[in-house]
């Protein structure tokens, strides 16, 4: 089999620990320029903020140098440009780092901070942060947890060993153990494990289960239960171990068993959008711990996140959403 060439090295620096953006221009098209083909990719930045990139010498080739806007253009070619960021609300909380080698870093991402650039969230990231903070420009993520979850990340050094981790990730062999707050319910068997079909539909914010093959398997387990605190609801605190990795996967599997986690915005029902800045009452779902063996030094490896849950720990303080 053909092995695909590797694109060249990008000739700009990152920006607050974001990548340049990298357009490699395909095949087949009527498209005369290179700005033909930037304009109709990118219409919804605009034909003129398309054209301000190129007057200002903000579009480049592999050799650094601006591309003209009326380059011709040829199919294969890369540019690259760093895209206009829109400000973010900075997440008030820190990244912790609780290992770090040369070859890989393991994080301990707050609640509300995505792991990696997606949509509106791009600086404000727990990958831009660390690349920042840590002088690391080449690290990458192994993995990712969702936003409003907290916990344990890992993080590459070096680019060309990214793939011996997500390999790991990819065939099972990270354990992975996760922490919940969520409705104490005395009739709900447990330990036990839970296995279903889930779907997520691009451009639908909560996924489903649905009749088929099960794809996604977890084990559920109290680890405690205490009685109502200021009129809430019994609480448990529940060890989840999954065994895929299907999106939302606990999340939907706690909703299923009838003991959805406490600030969850999807499940059982979507909730309206919290205004940018407001970091109430965050999800209670943590990832707790994270083990496996490191396929570059054969070292076994593992952590715990120093974190805790506040509906847990303080459930007045998070139910008032301070």
């Known amino acids: 089999m053909r092995r695909r060439t ?11 620990g974001v990548d340049p953006v990298r357009v490699r221009l395909p095949a087949g098209g009527s498209w005369a320029t290179v700005r033909e083909h930037l304009v109709e990719r990118l219409s919804g930045a605009g034909a003129g903020t398309v054209d301000g990139m190129f007057d200002a010498g903000l579009i480049v080739g592999a050799d650094g140098r601006a591309v003209a806007a009326d380059a011709p253009y040829e199919p294969g070619m890369y540019v690259w440009f ?29 609640h509300f ?21 840590l002088g690391i420009p080449t690290l990458g993520a192994a993995h990712r947890l969702d936003r409003l979850t907290a916990g ?30 969520a409705p104490f319910d005395p009739a709900l068997a447990e330990p036990r494990t839970v296995r279903s079909r889930i779907v997520k539909e691009r451009g639908v914010l909560a996924a489903r289960e649905v009749e088929g093959e099960p794809n996604a398997v977890s084990r559920v387990e109290l680890a405690g239960h205490r009685p109502c605190a200021a009129g ?12 895929t990795g299907q999106t939302h996967q606990l999340r939907v599997h706690m909703n299923a068993l009838g003991v959805p986690i406490l600030g969850d915005p999807l499940y059982p029902e979507v909730t309206a959008p919290v205004p940018p800045g ?19 030094t054969g070292r076994e490896h593992r952590f715990r996140s120093g974190r805790s849950l506040t509906a847990w720990t303080a459930y007045e303080e998070w139910a008032g959403g301070r």
Do not use: N
């Open 278 to 296: 407001d970091f109430r009452r965050p999800l209670q779902l943590l990832a707790r711990r994270l083990a496996f063996t490191d396929p570059l």
């Open 6 to 16: 590797p694109p060249p090295p990008a000739p700009l620096a990152q920006r607050h």
């Open 232 to 243: 809430g609801p019994a609480l448990g605190r529940y060890l989840l171990v999954p065994a």
């Open 152 to 181: 344990l990340v890992l993080f590459t050094v070096r680019p060309e060993e990214r793939g011996a981790y997500q390999t790991l990730f990819r065939d099972r062999r990270v354990r992975k153990e996760y922490e919940a707050v």
């Open 113 to 133: 901070l995505a792991t990696t650039p997606r949509g509106g969230h791009v600086t404000e990231t727990a990958l831009a942060r660390l690349r920042r903070e």
């Open 82 to 110: 760093h895209r206009e960021l829109p400000p973010e609300v900075p997440v008030p909380f820190p990244v912790d780092v609780v290992y770090r080698d040369e070859h890989i870093v393991v994080a301990d991402k707050p």
